[in-house]
């Protein structure tokens, strides 16, 4: 991304538009503006659920609702895009709640044959919306020997969601698989998933994030890993803890 946009994110305010949260944002939200004026605001909810606002067209990734978060009152869904099966990531009960006549269900082939007209993304496809907002499906799968059984390669989705000169990587269940060197100096905001044996161990996760050198790193679906050292080891990159365990 352009450089102004670093130099800017350093100071979480100016014409790129990273504010600061504010009353009309709920805990933990974070609004940013694009460089054509788009407000994208980021709610993370717990785990591996979470909301990006592009202007009122909501985007639920993941939505799995719980004691944690019950999805009641988030109004009505746009897009709800689902990385794979497992049941912290996808929930028939939930998704049927929050569709209404216009959502759009993006998912990985194995759950879009659960959800009758959804649209199935394999790793390397790509979509632009009608409002311009583009989704790209990227791999997420294990690499650790005798774990490769939880994601096996080629079966579950991350997604690039790129709005204006803004992108977002939302990684899925992943560990530090060689595909992530291509997102090198092209991602804005980061979502990185931490626990092993199913996702990254911290020194996967700091070694990823070097990689990918986003602004923003959000670390996710991170149980009861200790991550207390790795902002230390990020300089360079706001990372933001959320509480998403």
């Not at 990734?61 to 996808?90: C, K, M, R």
């Not at 979509?127 to 907002?133: C, E, P, Q, R, V």
């Amino acid at each position: 991304m352009k450089q102004h946009l670093f130099s800017l994110v350093a100071t979480l305010m100016g014409a790129f538009g990273f504010l600061s949260c504010g009353a009309q944002q709920t805990v933990g939200d974070d609004t940013f503006t694009t460089a054509n004026g788009k407000m994208v605001r980021i709610v993370p909810y717990y785990h591996a659920c979470l909301m990006i606002d592009c202007d009122g067209y909501k985007i639920q990734v993941d939505p799995v609702a719980n004691a944690q978060y019950s999805y009641d009152n988030v109004g009505p869904t746009s897009l709800i895009l689902i990385t794979h099966e497992h049941g912290d990531h996808f929930n028939k009960a939930t998704v049927a709640k929050l569709r209404g006549a216009d959502t759009k269900i993006i998912a990985n082939p194995d759950v879009a044959k659960q959800i009758e007209g959804s649209q199935a993304m394999s790793n390397g496809d790509t979509l632009t919306l009608a409002n311009g907002i583009h989704i790209k499906a990227v791999p997420a799968f294990n690499i650790t020997p005798g774990h490769t059984q939880y994601h096996p390669k080629g079966r579950d989705d991350g997604y690039i969601i790129i709005v204006d000169d803004l992108t977002i990587y939302v990684a899925g269940d992943t560990e530090d698989i060689g595909e992530m060197a291509d997102l090198k100096g092209k991602v804005d905001i980061a979502f990185l998933p931490c626990n092993q044996p199913y996702t990254m161990t911290p020194e996967q996760l700091v070694k990823v994030a070097r990689i990918i050198q986003p602004k923003i790193l959000y670390p996710y679906h991170y149980g009861d890993t200790d991550l207390s050292g790795v902002a230390a080891q990020l300089g360079g990159i706001d990372v933001r803890m959320r509480g998403m365990k």
